[in-house]
């Protein structure tokens, strides 16, 4: 272990009105909300990939951090892992996220790039052990390297197809090793830049096969965990096949996959789709989807996927508010798929942008229970669909039956309010 966080003590719960800046206000693990407590509903995880393998570059520069771990062999591996543990000591994280690559450099061949998996995984376990750590999901990086460059499942070649089985069958087995209790597929790459060099329907083809093969691999070694497909638009590609929650279900229904996989919905992908994150997330539960959230929002300006920590509590609350009424998170969590920006080069920043996060979320959180215990949200939808009560059989009729009722019984529709402002109104009363 190095001195890196040397001096930040362990965040503890301290309620709203503390001055301390290494503290709660707002999570409080134990606390119960709606029959659960905080730790239990928010499941909250850490991205190894952007707190300690994210060197802070930009496209237009480099490096700007200086981690002591930073370095290509094992030993700078596994003291980031020490560095890690250490970070979720301090952050009470009860979760971490990781891919292959983020554990630990690649090595030459396959073979020896998996026996530095297994290596950093048996090595990663064990202080999971010693601490109560879990992992909340593992997926492989497959859209760093230049041999992806033209995607992974979906590639014109099949030798990278062959490579990305391999990649995904040694993360899942890794992820099973850890207790994972999800595996997640985020296709970066699985997608194109241009239509005039690609033949759509053939990638389609071999990436809805390839998600079969996950899913029969996972039944064969029988692990217990969830599926999760991660939609995003675009960045790196210019368009992702899995662009938004939409989407995917049709692709999962082309399939048969519908009853196998979940999503992972990242709110700032929700946005790049032209979307609100509620809107991916009540589609995905109305879908039976929902599997878990990446929370992290992007610049409202840029455009990009900035990766930032949620910092916005009226968005959090509408989010957890679509989590709870959906019955909460199962094997999934709130994984903070944030980065520090590249100027924040302290360790307190990244510590404290998880404080702010884990806050953020747990007021959101807070306020969504009160809206839905309250029950006032929820009786002014169900008032306003109320009619549909007592509609009959209509949505099994048919087109001339039910126009001949419209002369019969003269149907003449009175359009009523949809109280917006009214609703909005009542959301603010909760924050
Ligand atoms: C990138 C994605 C990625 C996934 C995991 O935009 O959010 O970080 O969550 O591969
Ligand atoms: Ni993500
Ligand atoms: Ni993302």
Not at 112 to 121: F, G, H, K, Q, V
Not at 222 to 240: C, W
Not at 274 to 298: K, P, Q, T, V
């Amino acid at each position: 272990m190095t001195d890196f966080f040397q001096g930040i003590p362990q965040i503890r719960f301290e309620g709203p009105d503390s001055q301390n800046e290494f503290a709660f206000r707002h999570y409080n693990p134990d606390e119960v909300v709606m029959g659960k407590t905080m730790k239990d509903h928010l499941r909250f995880s850490v991205a190894w990939w952007h707190s300690f393998a994210w060197p802070g570059g930009d496209p237009f520069g480099g490096q700007t951090f200086e981690r002591p771990w930073f370095g290509d062999d094992m030993a700078h591996a596994k003291l980031k892992a020490d560095e890690a543990f250490e970070m979720f000591r301090i952050l009470q994280a009860p979760y971490f996220a990781w891919h292959d690559l983020d554990l630990r450099p690649e090595a030459e061949t396959f073979a020896e790039s998996r026996a530095r998996l297994t290596e950093i995984t048996d090595y990663i376990g064990e202080k999971m052990a010693q601490t109560g750590v879990k992992c909340l999901w593992g997926t492989a990086n497959m859209f760093t390297h230049r041999r992806v460059m033209a995607g992974a499942a979906t590639n014109p070649d099949p030798e990278v197809f062959l490579y990305a089985a391999a990649t995904v069958k040694a993360c899942m087995d890794d992820t099973m090793k850890l207790g994972g209790e999800n595996y997640v597929l985020w296709g970066g790459r699985e997608g194109y830049e241009t239509l005039l060099n690609t033949d759509l329907g053939k990638e389609r083809q071999q990436a809805g096969r390839f998600l079969s093969m996950v899913v029969d691999y996972k039944h064969k070694i029988g692990y217990k965990g969830t599926i999760l497909i991660e939609p995003k638009p675009q960045e790196p590609s210019k368009h992702q096949y899995d662009y938004d929650v939409g989407t995917i279900y049709g692709f999962l229904k082309d399939f048969g996959l519908e009853g196998e996989v979940k999503l992972n919905i990242e709110q700032g992908h929700a946005i790049l789709a032209g979307h609100s994150f509620e809107h991916e997330l009540a589609l995905a539960a109305s879908l039976g989807l929902l599997g878990s959230i990446d929370m992290n929002r992007n610049d409202y300006q840029s455009g990009w996927d900035t990766d930032q920590f949620p910092n916005n509590v009226p968005e959090t609350a509408l989010a957890y508010y679509e989590v709870l009424k959906s019955g909460g998170f199962t094997t999934g969590g709130t994984n903070f798929d944030s980065k520090v920006r590249r100027q924040s080069l302290d360790a307190e920043d990244l510590i404290l942008g998880h404080v702010g996060a884990m806050d953020v979320c747990a007021a959101g959180l807070k306020a969504a229970a009160r809206m839905l215990e309250d029950g006032k949200l929820e009786a002014a939808r169900t008032e306003r669909y109320a009619g549909w009560d007592k509609a009959g059989d209509l949505l099994n009729s048919d087109l001339s039956t039910l126009a001949d009722r419209v002369v019969a019984e003269g149907i003449d529709p009175h359009p009523r309010s949809g109280r917006q402002e009214r609703l909005e109104n009542l959301v603010n009363r909760y924050l």
